[in-house]
């Protein structure tokens, strides 16, 4: 399993408190995802709207609106299940999960039987990942079941895409012996598709995704599209799946709509994390200064709003952070 690769923090608010010392800090790491995703960039903007490095100026006199005193970092790594155990074993402080990967880590379902993810809470529900199977243009696969026999590429080992796309292919009487598995991250996929090395890949991202992006506007690409028939089976037999659509010219090239399916990302912490600290940060997720902030800073996080981000979260069984709870009573009855 690869280790963390990629830092994103305040860098600017950072370089002016050179005479602070890391004593006077707070450091908040996020885990998020891999190159050519979507975690990576959201967590970056998440980790920028929450930071108020010391010796930052004053959120009233234009400086950092977070938390004062706290250095969040966004982290690369291999995403939702890597970064579920991080956080429950004190190796991150929070983490971006698919609520599907989720649910099974924190029941000690499927591929994670015996190992319950307990201390794992909620701080918000963030925004809709579509699930992408990325084909060439001169593809002539035409529904899931043609995937057998051929190179997919399923994501990188450990990570929640890999358990969803296995999870899926399984329903529909595909087997890792029916195909050849390859394990990239977006952007090496994207890579080999383009060059002809695999026949297709699977994405579980917030569209646009941007390795698809690339792809779509090099080499071209298409994207397989679920009949209603096909996604009323995943939804009854994953409930925390539903069904979504991609719109037309989302990627390059693509004139129509793409029926697939979907889940959350969910921004998650662990429950002995301090209430006063993630009261704090749910607070500074959602103010003004941060809607700016993600409103310009990537399309995914322009959906993210405070009236969607709890949604789902009663269903899913993962209880809500008793800081983020203080949070939303405040901020809900506004």
């Not at 529909?172 to 977006?186: K, M």
């Not at 397989?224 to 994953?238: G, N, P, V, W």
């Not at 390059?252 to 429950?271: C, K, Y």
Request: charged share 20%; hydrophobic share 40%.
């Amino acid at each position: 399993m690869k280790h963390f690769s990629a830092v994103a923090a305040v860098v600017a608010a950072l370089t002016m408190a050179t005479s602070v010392t890391a004593q006077d800090a707070t450091f908040f790491r996020i885990g998020t995802g891999g190159a050519g995703g979507t975690y990576f960039p959201i967590g970056a903007l998440i980790a920028n709207a929450i930071s108020s490095p010391p010796g930052s100026r004053p959120c009233e006199d234009g400086g950092s609106c977070g938390v004062p005193g706290m250095v969040a970092i966004a982290q690369s790594t291999n995403a939702s299940v890597h970064n579920n155990s991080a956080v429950q074993n004190g190796g991150l402080e929070a983490g971006l999960s698919g609520s599907s990967t989720l649910y099974e880590q924190y029941n000690g379902l499927g591929d994670f039987e015996g190992q319950a993810a307990k201390d794992l809470r909620v701080i918000a529900n963030l925004f809709p990942e579509e699930a992408q199977i990325a084909l060439p243009l001169d593809s002539e696969i035409d529904d899931i079941t043609d995937l057998k026999g051929k190179r997919v590429s399923i994501g990188e080992a450990g990570s929640g895409l890999q358990v969803s796309a296995l999870q899926i292919l399984g329903e529909f009487g595909i087997s890792r012996d029916d195909f050849t598995p390859v394990e990239l991250n977006n952007a090496q996929a994207a890579e080999r598709l383009a060059d002809g090395q695999i026949d297709a890949y699977f994405a579980l991202a917030g569209s646009p995704t941007a390795a698809i992006v690339q792809l779509a506007s090099t080499s071209g690409m298409k994207l397989l599209s679920f009949t209603d028939e096909e996604l009323a089976k995943i939804e009854k037999a994953f409930p925390y799946y539903a069904k979504t659509t991609i719109a037309a010219n989302t990627y390059e090239g693509q004139d129509q709509p793409v029926n697939t399916f979907g889940v959350s990302t969910i921004l998650v912490v662990n429950a002995n994390a301090s209430e006063d600290l993630i009261y704090n940060i749910t607070k500074a997720l959602w103010n003004d200064s941060s809607r700016k902030l993600f409103d310009a800073g990537h399309p995914k996080a322009a959906t993210m709003r405070l009236e969607t981000a709890l949604n789902g979260v009663d269903n899913l069984g993962v209880p809500l952070h008793p800081g983020a709870k203080r949070a939303y009573d405040e901020l809900l009855a506004k």
